[in-house]
């Protein structure tokens, strides 16, 4: 066994206590058994038995702060620790804090001197989200000690939101001519793709229109032809008063005034816009029901019409 080391402190600051001491195995037995000779031994401790009941124990005192102070007169501070409180459960009466004075080397500075703020500068936009500084001068000589103070502030500014100019898409091809003889129109349309916004420059026109003209309508020519024109424009009345009976044959066929030799279907009904708005499309069909023997090829085709719609912006 080794020897014993030296007894720890007493586990009282004042009274009765109790204080330890240990020893360790330098050698076990050959055998390989257990030793049993105690590593530990305990006894009782009295330390300054006139003490009260209300006295503590507290560590030794720490090391001191640096000073406060750079230079010239400054303070530090030094702390120490309860390790164990009175046994009464009262508070502690020893001082845990130590505070005094301490004298650095004498300062050859003197404190910065600033000149007031100036005004804040202009945004660093002319609208939306940007920037704004403003300065101060140092008024002491530099070389009498180094001044560590902010000479510059920058902070946000909020101008009005920027305009936003209306943004169109390209033109689209332009549509077939509206009519199948003599003149017409044909359009083309643009979408709006961003409104204007904060007083930005307005839409340009989305619709245009322009004229076409695919060949001269066949009016038909002589005496001959104008009798035989009045004897349809007579039949054309006949259909027009049995539809208005009932009939319908009135519901289907088209002047062939219009259309001489032909039996036409009344137009259709518009299709929906291609478009809700920004300037779309519309068509609608007019299809031959039946074309005499008489009739002109050409004077038979069927006819389309385009027309624009929900032109107004999105």
């Given at each position: 066994?080794?020897?014993?080391i030296?007894?720890?402190?007493c586990?009282?600051?004042c ?5 330890s001491?240990?020893?360790y195995v ?13 590593t530990?031994?305990?006894?009782k ?5 006139e ?11 720490g090391?001191w702060?640096?000073?406060s102070a750079?230079?010239?007169l ?5 702390e ?6 009175p046994?009464d459960?009262?508070?502690c009466?020893?001082?845990v804090?130590?505070?005094?004075k301490c ?8 404190p ?11 945004c660093?936009?002319?609208c939306g ?8 001068m140092?008024k002491?000589?530099?070389?009498l ?12 500014c909020?101008l ?8 169109v ?6 549509s077939?001519?509206n009519?199948s003889?003599?003149?017409g ?5 643009r ?6 916004q904060?007083?930005?420059?307005s839409?340009?026109?989305t619709?245009?229109?322009?004229k076409c ?7 038909g020519?002589?005496?001959g ?10 039949k054309e ?11 319908r044959?009135?519901?289907e ?6 259309h ?9 009904s ?6 809700l ?6 068509e609608r069909?007019?299809?031959?029901k039946?074309?005499l023997?008489s009739a002109?090829?050409p004077?038979c085709?069927?006819?389309k ?5 929900n032109?107004?912006?999105?």
């Open positions: 066994m080794s020897e014993w030296t007894w720890s402190p586990s009282m600051s009274g009765m206590g109790l204080r001491r240990e020893r330098k050698q076990f037995p050959d055998d390989g058994s257990v030793c049993t000779l105690p530990e031994e305990n006894e401790c009295t330390v300054n038995e003490c009260t009941p209300n006295s503590c124990l507290v560590t030794e005192w090391e702060d640096s000073c750079t230079c010239g400054g303070m530090k501070r030094r120490r620790m309860v390790k164990m409180p046994p459960g009262s508070i009466g020893a001082e804090l130590e505070v005094e004298m650095m080397p004498e300062c050859h500075t003197i910065c001197m600033l000149s007031p703020w100036s005004d804040w500068s202009d660093s936009v002319t989200k940007g920037m704004r500084t403003r300065q101060r140092l002491s000589p530099v070389e000690g180094e001044c560590t103070e902010d000479l510059e502030q920058v902070e946000k909020m009005p939101e920027c305009p936003t100019d209306c943004m898409s390209e033109w689209t091809e332009w077939e001519c009519k003889c003599g003149k129109h044909m359009i083309r349309t979408m709006v793709k961003l409104e204007p904060f007083g930005g420059d839409c340009p026109e619709v245009q229109r322009k003209k695919i060949r001269k309508c066949n009016r020519g002589g005496q032809q104008v009798n035989s024109d009045e004897k349809k424009r007579r009345a006949r259909e027009k008063r049995r539809s208005k009976q009932g009939g044959q009135g519901e066929t088209t002047s062939t005034a219009e001489p030799g032909c039996k036409m279907r009344p137009w259709s518009w299709t929906d816009c291609t478009k708005c920004g300037g779309g499309i519309q069909l007019m299809t031959a039946r074309r023997k002109q090829l004077s085709k069927d006819r019409e385009i027309r624009a719609c032109v107004h912006p999105c």
